[in-house]
């Protein structure tokens, strides 16, 4: 018999909700995203993105069987996000998940979004070799994460001011390119010449696996600034490649430092930013040389989706891991 999961993912601007079977196959996964709605302030504003979900939920929950062909008497479980995120957005999604598993009488889980984001990989490598090192990048996190085994994480290292995706976002803000800013950056760097601008890369005390970003995103506000008041044309392709290599650089060198550190064989990316074509092309060229497994998922799934809170169910399923009808956002979780 397989198992089938219904999860739902509402943390952020997306109002998602799949169906995956046995952890693997998905059936359906509905992504109603809320971006233009949100695009002309220039960021999620929390309450919009909450009013929305709670308009959009029960129509993608009903488009996600309706994809999938079954019945809510087809599903074993409800898996639901709740936390990290905004906490009035999460709670729409959680307030779901518990109506439909007190309703049905069947199993909820909590899955922590960053948890989701891990198991995205998973979805295509269902039996990974472990340890493994993940390199968690989106909007809210930069993560070097090790993990022993299936649902034990040990944070090897993490932001000490912006994530890497708000990093992204803001520069492309101050470019006067749309949000998020991550792809509109990816999309511009690949006509640019990243060796243009020599912006700084922060790798901080010797060994160190935290990132930090804040200096590279001023350096680009700072050289834009400096260009408007000489007069001197910017070149913003340029500007976007420089950035993005900077970036990109000390987050693979990291990657790889604690696959070496911690001697594992196999690397996965995950989160939003994972969806950038130079991490990508550049992990995946140096860890080959290394000879080290990398797994990344499909771009889509990079980005917040219902599949991979569902994949990261299925293995809290087997190992019966299930939450209390009292399940509360907690918009704060760690990992
Ligand atoms: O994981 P995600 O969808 O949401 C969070 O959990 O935060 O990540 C969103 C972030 C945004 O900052 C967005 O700009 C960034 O991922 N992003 C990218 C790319 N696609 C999305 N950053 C760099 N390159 C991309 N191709
Ligand atoms: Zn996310």
């Known amino acids: 018999m397989c198992i089938t999961i219904l999860g739902i993912e509402t943390s952020c601007d997306e109002t998602s909700v799949a169906v995956v079977e046995d952890g693997a196959k998905i059936k359906s996964n509905i992504i ?73 009488d069947i199993p909820l889980i909590g899955i922590n979004h ?39 994480y040990q944070l090897l290292g993490s932001t000490r001011d912006d994530a890497a995706g708000e990093a992204f976002d803001k520069v492309a803000r101050v470019l006067g390119l749309g949000y998020p800013g991550g792809p509109q950056i990816d999309g511009l760097a690949a006509l640019g010449n990243d060796k243009a601008i020599a912006f700084p890369r922060a790798y901080l005390e010797e060994k160190s696996l935290d990132f930090s970003f804040s200096g590279v995103k001023t350096a680009v506000i700072n050289y834009l600034n400096r260009c408007k008041q000489k007069g001197i044309p910017v070149n913003k392709p340029d500007v976007a490649a420089s950035f993005r290599r900077a970036v990109v650089d000390v987050l693979v060198d990291k990657a790889l430092q604690a696959a070496e550190l911690f001697d594992t064989n196999t690397i996965m990316l995950a989160g939003g930013v994972a969806a950038n074509k130079l991490l990508r092309d550049e992990l995946s060229y140096r860890s080959a040389i290394l000879g080290l497994d990398l797994i990344t998922p499909p771009p889509i799934l990079c980005t917040d989706n219902a599949a991979m809170i569902a994949c990261a169910a299925y293995f809290k399923y087997l190992r019966h891991d299930f939450a209390p009808l009292t399940l509360n956002a907690v918009p704060g979780l760690k990992l």
């Open 32 to 104: 109603s995203s809320q971006i233009e709605v949100h695009q002309k302030y220039g960021g999620v504003v929390p309450e919009i993105a909450s009013r929305k979900h709670l308009e959009l939920i029960n129509s993608v929950i009903e488009q996600a069987l309706d994809e999938a062909v079954i019945d809510f008497s087809q599903i074993n479980a409800v898996a639901v996000t709740y936390g990290p995120g905004l906490v009035g957005a999460l709670l729409v999604g959680v307030a779901a998940g518990k109506a439909i598993a007190f309703g049905l």
């Open 114 to 152: 960053m948890e989701g984001h891990v198991y995205a990989n998973m979805l295509d490598h269902p039996s990974p070799q472990f340890p493994i090192i993940c390199l968690v990048v989106s909007g809210g996190h930069t993560d070097l994460v090790l993990i022993p085994s299936h649902g034990n």
